[in-house]
Structure formats: structure tokens, C-alpha cells
């Protein structure tokens, strides 16, 4: 196993000033992403929440400002589902930098049937994973104009396991829904590790990093009404579970830290210190499967051709 970098000290309750600074998150308005947005916006920057829901939306930033006060949070309408909407959710950003985007926003469903977005693709491939390489392609001169801007992409545990299927990346024959969910985070995985390939070729200082939460229960995730209530029984009943697992809150730990500390390089991944299940952020070493550079290229290639979009950085941080 690759031996990796020991990380400064770093403490997930005093972050670092970021005023000035502009970041996104995917999926900000619920669960792990909230409490990112929540974080993040404590540190004095504009945190942008890229959300389907205007209501959710709405709620979450009236939860943060009660929270943190003098908060700078809004709503940027995205679905992730829709591809042909992301060119204008981006135009409507009104933003002349931005530090940090965090692909969080994800679907993972648990039975039957196999469902499909309005292209036809399957659901968990195409929100998890191809909306979020669509995103890169319109974010990608905004970020690659913010000197050191990072891209942090949340995969999961469950892809440690997994591996891709290129013939069937949509997983139209034998669907297993658990497993169709692993295989979009493992492309998301092995995208953001390519990405910084790509970056660094380009001579860009724009950064991607890899990111997981560990295992994240709302059940051990302190409220933030009307976005998350968790009742006091509740609480009681999966308290042993916080031995194994952890909240939302613990769970934005990773990617917090990836947007923030200067210590953070691109192709690194960040996750829960206890066996990447629970605890403070540490780096990773990358999983072997993970650096199968011709695994990626092939999804990248693919990606391109479902999406439509063709994502190319050139040197010079030139980006079509
Ligand atoms: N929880 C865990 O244990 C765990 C473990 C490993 C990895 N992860 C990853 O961590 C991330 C967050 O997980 P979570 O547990 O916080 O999930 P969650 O509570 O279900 O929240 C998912 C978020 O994604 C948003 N979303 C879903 N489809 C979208 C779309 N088409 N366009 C835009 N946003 C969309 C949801 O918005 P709506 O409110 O509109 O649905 C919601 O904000 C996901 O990427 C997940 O795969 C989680």
C-alpha cells in the first residue's frame, strides 16, 4: 500500500477564515451536504447551495443564518438528473470567482425497479455521476480562473468493493440496485482522480480531490428544523450505533477539510479516520482499483459521449 503524507493538526471546530471566498455544494439543502454548507459558511464565505428544491433550499439557508450569524448562503437552482438545464443553472451563478465546489448531491436507491432520468439514463449513474461531470464542464472556467480552486468529489465506502462494468455502465442487464449505486460512486471515484490527472497535465492549480463520509445515520445526526428533526427517543435508541457509524455532521468533516486546509493536495482522498467509517478527516491511501488510470480514461471517454459534453483542459488552464 502507498504510504501517504501525515496531515497537520486540523480541527474540525475552529476552521480557518474564508472571507472573500465563494464555494458550492451540491445537495446543500439536506443531510451530509447541509451541514458542508453549514460549516463552510462559518468560516465568513459565500457558500451557494445547489439545490432542485427552492422550499429545501430556502429552509436550509433559514437554518444556517440561525445558526451562524451574518451567514452569506444562498439557492442556485440545479438538478444534476437534468443534463440539458446545468449550461444555464451555472449561468444563473452571478458569482466572478469560485474557491471550491463540492460534488455532494446523490441518489442511492435501495430496491427495484431500475428508473431512468428524462435521457434515458439510469437514475444513479446519471445524478451520482454524469451530472456532476456535466457540472465540471460548465464550472470549469470559473474554477480553473480562481488561482488554487478545488473540485472535491464525495465517493463512498461501498466502492471499495465494487468495480465498473464499461460494457454496461447504466446497468441495463441484471440490476442490483445496491450494486448499481456503489459502481456510480466508484465512476465518480475514479472521474475525480482522472480529473486531477487531467488538471495537472493542463498545468492547471485548480485541485481535485476525493472525499468519503464514512457510514453517516440520520439517526445520530443532531437536528437543524424543519431540515432534519431528530427526536430524543430516537436519539436514545441508535446511540450504540455512534460507536460504528457517525452523523451528517462528523460526516461533512472530510470534505470541509478538503475545500479548506492549504495542506490538502489534488488527487488525495479524505476520509473518516476510524477504519474511513467514523472520526476526524485523514488522507487516505488511494485503493488500488482506484489508480486504474485505463478504467478511467474509458469511463472519461464514455462520459463525454453520455453527457454530451467534451470535457478537455488544454495548457494554460484553457478548458472547451
Ligand atoms: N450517508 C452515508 O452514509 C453515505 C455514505 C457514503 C457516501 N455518501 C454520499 O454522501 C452524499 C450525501 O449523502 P446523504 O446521506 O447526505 O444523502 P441525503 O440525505 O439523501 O441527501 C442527498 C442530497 O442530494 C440531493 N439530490 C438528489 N438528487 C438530486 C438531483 N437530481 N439534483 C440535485 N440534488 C439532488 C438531495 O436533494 P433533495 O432533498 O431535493 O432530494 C439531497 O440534498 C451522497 O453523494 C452519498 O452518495 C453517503
Given at each position: 500500500?502507498?504510504s501517504?503524507?501525515k496531515?497537520?493538526?486540523?480541527?474540525v471546530h475552529?476552521?480557518?477564515?474564508?472571507?472573500?471566498?465563494?464555494?458550492?455544494?451540491?445537495?446543500?439543502?439536506?443531510?451530509?451536504?447541509?451541514?458542508?454548507?453549514e460549516?463552510?459558511?462559518?468560516?465568513?464565505?459565500?457558500?451557494?447551495?445547489?439545490?432542485?428544491?427552492?422550499?429545501?433550499?430556502?429552509?436550509a439557508i433559514?437554518?444556517?443564518?440561525?445558526?451562524?450569524?451574518?451567514?452569506?448562503?444562498?439557492?442556485?437552482?440545479?438538478?444534476?438528473?437534468?443534463?440539458?438545464?446545468?449550461?444555464?443553472?451555472?449561468a444563473?451563478?452571478?458569482?466572478?470567482?469560485?474557491?471550491?465546489?463540492?460534488?455532494?448531491?446523490?441518489v442511492?436507491?435501495?430496491?427495484?425497479?431500475?428508473?431512468?432520468?428524462?435521457?434515458?439514463?439510469?437514475?444513479?449513474?446519471?445524478?451520482?455521476?454524469?451530472?456532476h461531470?456535466?457540472?465540471?464542464?460548465?464550472l470549469?472556467?470559473?474554477?480553473?480562473?480562481?488561482?488554487?480552486?478545488?473540485?472535491?468529489?464525495?465517493?463512498?465506502?461501498?466502492?471499495k468493493?465494487?468495480?465498473?462494468d464499461?460494457?454496461?455502465l447504466?446497468?441495463?442487464?441484471?440490476?442490483?440496485?445496491?450494486?448499481?449505486?456503489?459502481?456510480?460512486?466508484?465512476a465518480?471515484?475514479?472521474?475525480a482522480?482522472?480529473l486531477?490527472?487531467?488538471?495537472?497535465?493542463?498545468?492547471?492549480?485548480?485541485?481535485?480531490v476525493v472525499?468519503h463520509?464514512?457510514?453517516?445515520?440520520?439517526?445520530?445526526?443532531?437536528?437543524r428544523?424543519?431540515?432534519?428533526v431528530?427526536?430524543?427517543?430516537e436519539?436514545?435508541?441508535?446511540?450504540?450505533l455512534?460507536?460504528?457509524v457517525?452523523?451528517?455532521?462528523?460526516?461533512?468533516?472530510?470534505?470541509?477539510?478538503?475545500?479548506?486546509?492549504?495542506?490538502?493536495?489534488?488527487g488525495?482522498?479524505?476520509?473518516?479516520r476510524?477504519?474511513?467509517?467514523?472520526?476526524?478527516p485523514?488522507?487516505?491511501p488511494?485503493?488500488n482499483?482506484?489508480?486504474?488510470?485505463?478504467?478511467?480514461?474509458?469511463?472519461?471517454?464514455a462520459?463525454?459521449?453520455?453527457?454530451?459534453?467534451?470535457?478537455?483542459?488544454t495548457?494554460?488552464?484553457?478548458?472547451?
Amino acid at each position: 500500500m502507498p504510504s501517504v503524507p501525515k496531515a497537520p493538526q486540523w480541527d474540525v471546530h475552529r476552521l480557518p477564515h474564508a472571507d472573500g471566498k465563494s464555494f458550492l455544494v451540491t445537495g446543500g439543502n439536506a443531510g451530509i451536504g447541509y451541514f458542508v454548507a453549514e460549516q463552510l459558511a462559518g468560516t465568513g464565505a459565500t457558500v451557494v447551495l445547489g439545490s432542485r428544491d427552492t422550499a429545501k433550499a430556502e429552509a436550509a439557508i433559514a437554518s444556517i443564518s440561525s445558526r451562524v450569524p451574518g451567514a452569506k448562503a444562498k439557492h442556485l437552482p440545479l438538478d444534476l438528473a437534468d443534463l440539458a438545464s446545468l449550461g444555464a443553472s451555472v449561468a444563473a451563478l452571478e458569482l466572478d470567482r469560485l474557491d471550491a465546489v463540492v460534488y455532494n448531491a446523490g441518489v442511492a436507491l435501495d430496491h427495484p425497479p431500475r428508473r431512468e432520468t428524462k435521457d434515458g439514463h439510469e437514475l444513479m449513474f446519471a445524478t451520482n455521476h454524469l451530472g456532476h461531470f456535466a457540472l465540471t464542464h460548465w464550472l470549469a472556467p470559473l474554477l480553473t480562473a480562481t488561482p488554487g480552486s478545488r473540485i472535491v468529489t464525495t465517493g463512498s465506502f461501498a466502492a471499495k468493493s465494487e468495480r465498473l462494468d464499461l460494457d454496461d455502465l447504466q446497468s441495463t442487464h441484471d440490476y442490483q440496485p445496491k450494486r448499481a449505486y456503489a459502481r456510480s460512486k466508484l465512476a465518480q471515484m475514479l472521474f475525480a482522480l482522472e480529473l486531477d490527472r487531467r488538471l495537472r497535465a493542463a498545468g492547471s492549480t485548480t485541485l481535485s480531490v476525493v472525499v468519503h463520509p464514512g457510514g453517516a445515520l440520520d439517526s445520530l445526526t443532531p437536528s437543524r428544523p424543519p431540515v432534519h428533526v431528530r427526536t430524543t427517543g430516537e436519539r436514545l435508541r441508535y446511540l450504540p450505533l455512534g460507536l460504528l457509524v457517525q452523523g451528517k455532521d462528523a460526516a461533512a468533516w472530510p470534505a470541509v477539510r478538503a475545500v479548506l486546509d492549504p495542506s490538502v493536495r489534488g488527487g488525495q482522498m479524505w476520509s473518516p479516520r476510524a477504519f474511513g467509517l467514523r472520526g476526524t478527516p485523514r488522507i487516505e491511501p488511494i485503493w488500488n482499483h482506484l489508480a486504474d488510470t485505463t478504467t478511467a480514461a474509458h469511463l472519461w471517454a464514455a462520459s463525454c459521449n453520455l453527457s454530451g459534453n467534451d470535457l478537455t483542459f488544454t495548457p494554460h488552464d484553457q478548458v472547451r
